[in-house]
């Protein structure tokens, strides 16, 4: 059982052209056969884009897919947002094929302890067909999906960030692929990666994402591929990489360079094998960190009810040079422009409170990222809405406080998630 790419370029050494990739139609009879093998692999229908076409997301774990119950903690990969990079898509069919009936123990353990969520075409308007091989970049409505992940405005960017609403992943793996240099030069071989790079993504998120990427660059060079820190992006962004870390999963790009140059392989099949390398590295690297990831999130989870308890104490930094040490708490968003972004509301969950004249949104469930939506500071803001933060309670100093006369105290971690503690102290022979 093969895909029709593995077909027509792998096994029969297609030409090299991008209208050999897996068609829709192809794509559309291949998931219940892979369902058919066992209780691994489930497909599930995520309704139709614009254009009508379908949009799927393919869930897998040992020794069965998800009821719908499970409590393990999610590894999300997405591919294709560009019609045309669909070195990721394939990587995914094939190894959605090998863990359907693996009995690699490595194999087995990746699924024992995470669910995996694959989104394997998020593009079907982009994706190479004869006729128009190259595909396109944008989606039918003329969409850059990986600019959209902040307005929500697509079909596409509104499944992908539901996911991240309904599981909030540890991992989020963004695939890529690197287009043909403007002066037409055939790339070298190598792929590129890179991590959330936007400020105010949460540190314990930041340093697991840049230790990932040295993983990875360190993986494909073992399969003979140079790997690089990729730099062909901007913080601000509203990219899935930069969004997913503001959300609290450790992200990386994926970049494998299309058009390249190979001596004796068609190139497709070696960019697919990068992407396959780079995905089975991600996994190791969960599987060994796991306890770092699930803390890691389950801080940034916290940090909005920490916030809006302690404003103070931590520089948000909106990403352009503005930056505030007491965080906006709250935001007064209006009827009109409540109804202008309801797909934030509908996507995200957004907790709101009626007021005079539209609704006052706490930022507790998802801080960081409100105020890079919602403040008047913020670069890339969808909405400019006034923002208020409580009056920062006095301080007497860190760690220890007293009070209540001296007989009890309040441990408090400045980190800025941890809430606070209870906590007895000695004096003399008793514990007061």
């Known amino acids: ?203 314990a998120v930041a340093q697991l994402s840049e230790q990932l990427v040295s993983d990875l660059i360190a993986a494909v060079q073992k399969i003979g591929v140079p790997g690089y820190i990729f730099g062909g992006s901007t913080p601000t962004m509203p990219s899935l990489a930069q969004q997913g870390g503001q959300r609290g999963a450790v992200s990386v790009l994926f970049e494998s360079d299309m058009f390249m140059s190979h001596p004796t392989r068609e190139p497709r099949s070696v960019r697919v094998e990068m992407q396959i390398a780079a995905m089975r590295c991600v996994l190791r690297f969960a599987l060994r960190r796991r306890a770092e990831l699930i803390g890691a999130r389950d801080s940034t989870l916290n940090l909005g009810a920490w916030r809006m308890r302690k404003p103070t104490g931590e520089v948000l930094d909106f990403g352009n040079g503005t930056k505030t040490l007491v965080a906006p708490t709250r935001y007064f968003v209006t009827t009109a422009q409540r109804s202008e972004w309801a797909q934030l509301w509908d996507v995200l969950g957004l907790p709101e409170v009626p007021t005079e004249g539209g609704v006052h949104v706490d930022v507790g469930a998802h801080y960081p990222l409100l105020p890079l939506m919602f403040d008047a500071r913020a670069p890339e803001k969808l909405i400019s809405a006034p923002h208020s933060s409580p009056t920062p309670a006095a301080e007497t100093g860190q760690g220890l406080q007293a009070a209540g006369g001296g007989r009890a105290v309040v441990l408090v971690n400045r980190a800025g998630w941890d809430l606070p503690r209870t906590v007895k102290i000695r004096s003399g022979a008793s514990w007061v």
Not at 112 to 126: E, I, K, Q
Request: glycine share 10%; net charge negative; hydrophobic share 35%.
């Open 1 to 203: 059982m093969i895909t029709g790419f593995e077909q027509r370029v792998i096994d029969v050494g297609g030409p090299s052209t991008a209208a050999g990739w897996t068609t829709l139609v192809e794509e559309s009879a291949w998931w219940p056969a892979i369902e058919s093998l066992g209780p691994r692999v489930r497909v599930f229908d995520e309704g139709v884009n614009a254009a009508g076409k379908t949009l799927r997301s393919v869930e897998v774990s040992y020794p069965t897919a998800s009821s719908g119950i499970d409590r393990r903690p999610v590894i999300l990969i997405v591919a294709q947002q560009h019609g045309g990079e669909a070195a990721g898509r394939e990587a995914i069919f094939q190894l959605c094929h090998e863990w359907a009936t693996t009995t690699d123990p490595e194999v087995i353990a990746w699924l024992s302890a995470y669910r995996v969520v694959c989104l394997p075409t998020c593009n079907p308007d982009g994706l190479p067909i004869p006729g128009n091989p190259s595909g396109s970049y944008e989606n039918g409505n003329g969409v850059n999906i990986n600019r959209d992940h902040y307005s929500l405005s697509q079909a596409e960017a509104r499944l992908i960030q539901r996911k991240i609403t309904r599981y909030n992943p540890v991992v989020v793996i963004d695939s890529h692929e690197n287009g043909q240099p403007l002066d037409g030069t055939p790339l070298v071989l190598q792929m590129g990666f890179r991590g959330p790079t936007h400020p105010a993504v949460p540190p």
